[in-house]
């Protein structure tokens, strides 16, 4: 099991910033993977951001590439996302995900590959 805890959303005007954290509890695996997904209202939930804990490696959308950094506090069993030059289409509930990583180096963000998902979070950019 893992426990992910979201937080840091609200509101911010076009070409605001936000900063999204989630914390990671109650898991024994040596490490994990973890990403964030975003889903609005009548679409279908969409990968943001990849990250594995052990190797470093990280993987983004095509839509958020330039804009958003997913980074991680290792002690803190922590994951972040910088999101820079927000647009109103950033708009939407921001979730956190996590599996073991199983010797993976990245993970494609695709929800399939995921096993624990956090509550989601609001992001909502006005324009």
């Known amino acids: 099991q893992v426990q992910l805890v979201e937080s840091g959303g609200g509101s911010v005007q076009a070409g605001g910033s936000l900063r999204l954290s989630c914390a990671a509890s109650g898991y024994t695996y040596s490490s994990l993977c973890m990403g964030w997904f975003r889903q609005s209202p009548g679409k279908e939930r969409e990968g943001v951001a990849t990250?594995?804990?052990?190797?470093?490696?990280?993987n983004y959308a095509d839509s958020v590439k330039g804009r958003f950094t997913i980074s991680q506090h290792r002690t803190k069993n922590t994951l972040y996302l910088q999101m820079d030059s927000l647009k109103p289409e950033d708009t939407a509930v921001y979730y956190c995900?996590?599996?073991?990583?199983?010797?993976?180096?990245?993970?494609?963000?695709?929800?399939?590959?995921?096993?624990?998902w956090g509550r989601g979070t609001q992001v909502t950019v006005s324009s």
């Open positions: 990250l594995c804990t052990s190797s470093g490696g990280v």
């Open positions: 995900a996590a599996r073991p990583a199983d010797g993976l180096q990245f993970v494609l963000p695709r929800a399939a590959n995921f096993n624990y």
